[in-house]
């Protein structure tokens, strides 16, 4: 069977899987006044060393794999070119196309998606924000760095999924495809289809009161002439205090709206009010005004969770896990308690999932779990606690024509995709002014 490397896109955004690799990006950074070059002409757009060296890189980072040989990197050099040189195609291709849009939330939620994967490398959100921090960024640079990257990416794939909706195959091009290809299809994975209730961790009425009360206590403090920066670097949480809480000229609406309303009435020099946000409590203050900019600097106070929050959580899930077993509807239990908005309304559920493919946590609680109705956990991850239950299981085994034609089917037109894939990119290369200058 073979392989499309020409579906497979190199994802821009990639470049911020983990905040780290900037790091090591610097030392290439500091050479591209002298290694800088054009390697390759695409239309009227060149391709620089200097981008083709950091999308090594990052191959390089994510996939833990290491050239060892000139031979194996001249080889994964110029796939990653062909690479570059075929998304700028479908780029090309994409903006010439009028009846695909790409609406500013989709972008925004693609960001935020971006950005919590993230966010999620590290330990701590803390950690996460002082990361930033000493590469010199804020959130807000990173959305705006790569905003442009991700409205391409959308473009993109609108533009792909326009060109291969009417890819079909028939029964006999299933059939020929399985006699060709049957010893070296994947096996059906092990796989469980789950359902679960998300409880997470919510702090207490008295934490929520001492961080509000707090934060008063610091406003009055600015109130009385005490400098907000110096305030906001010894209290600010998140890493909101790094630069003294400066946040630079926003836009009202690169804020979340009960930030932006508080902000925007505000006058230069003026501080707000205690302002409650999904992050937390802010203090803001007005230092500056640029056309519908405004430049503010802010203590903000997350709202973290006891000990004794936790444990409250745990004993909800544990009562919860206990009545499911004694055969309280699991479904009617997610839709009152469970915090998952996406599952909540299914009663829970989540699909299905190769068990080799589950993060560890999961892994390690559905493990020898073969049947369905049973209830497991809780089970803590970044997202909080769950309870699961087994909806049904699947063994590992070999695909065959009788029992999984539908998935045979699927694998078919996905090869044939990638022919005509490729068939239209070679079609799009003959008319398009592309060269290449890696000798040079």
């Not at 950005?115 to 959130?139: C, K, W, Y």
């Not at 925007?264 to 009010?273: E, H, P, Q, R």
């Not at 493990?367 to 769950?386: A, C, I, N, Q």
Request: include cysteine; aromatic fraction near 8%; charged fraction near 30%.
């Amino acid at each position: 069977m073979r392989t499309h490397s020409t579906i497979c896109l190199l994802t821009l955004l990639a470049a911020v899987v983990f905040v780290s690799a900037a790091r090591a990006q610097t030392a290439l950074q500091d050479q591209r006044e002298t290694v800088d070059r054009i390697i390759a002409v695409v239309g009227d757009e060149v391709i620089l060393a200097s981008e083709l060296a950091s999308q090594i890189q990052l191959y390089t980072l994510q996939s833990g794999r290491q050239p060892k040989t000139e031979r194996e990197f001249e080889k994964l050099r110029d796939d990653i070119l062909d690479e570059m040189i075929t998304d700028r195609l479908f780029l090309f291709e994409a903006k010439k196309d009028t009846s695909i849009t790409v609406r500013d939330e989709e972008v925004d939620q693609m960001l935020d998606d971006h950005v919590a994967r993230i966010a999620s490398n590290f330990p701590t959100n803390d950690a996460f924000m002082q990361a930033l921090a000493q590469e010199g960024m804020t959130i807000r640079d990173l959305r705006k760095k790569y905003r442009p990257d991700v409205r391409n990416q959308i473009l993109k794939q609108r533009f792909i999924q326009s060109k291969l909706y009417s890819v079909s195959v028939s029964r006999h091009e299933v059939e020929t495809f399985f006699n060709d290809f049957k010893d070296s299809l994947p096996a059906q994975p092990e796989g469980v289809k789950l359902a679960h209730i998300l409880l997470t961790v919510q702090p207490s009425a008295e934490i929520e009161d001492s961080v509000r009360n707090l934060a008063a206590d610091l406003r009055q403090q600015v109130l009385d002439g005490a400098d907000l920066a110096t305030l906001s670097t010894r209290y600010s949480s998140m890493g909101a205090g790094a630069n003294g809480g400066e946040l630079g000229y926003m836009a009202r609406d690169e804020v979340v709206p009960e930030f932006a309303r508080a902000a925007f009435a505000l006058n230069i020099g003026d501080v707000s009010g205690v302002i409650r946000t999904q992050f937390g409590y802010h203090v803001i203050q007005c230092e500056g005004r640029r056309d519908d900019k405004l430049k503010l600097r802010h203590i903000l106070l997350a709202v973290e969770p006891s000990a004794e929050d936790t444990a409250r959580t745990y004993v909800l899930a544990d009562s919860l896990l206990s009545a499911a077993r004694d055969g309280d509807d699991f479904g009617e239990m997610a839709k009152a308690f469970s915090r998952d908005d996406e599952t909540r309304a299914q009663g829970g559920e989540l699909g299905w999932f190769a068990t080799e493919h589950l993060p560890p946590e999961f892994s390690d609680a559905v493990r020898g779990w073969k049947t369905p109705g049973e209830y497991r956990g809780p089970v803590k991850s970044d997202f909080g606690l769950h309870i699961l239950k087994l909806l049904d299981y699947q063994e590992h085994r070999q695909y065959s024509l009788d029992t999984d034609f539908d998935k045979i089917k699927e694998l078919a037109r996905q090869d044939k995709t990638g022919r005509v894939v490729d068939d239209w990119i070679a079609k799009v290369k003959e008319h398009t002014y592309i060269q290449l200058r890696l000798d040079s």
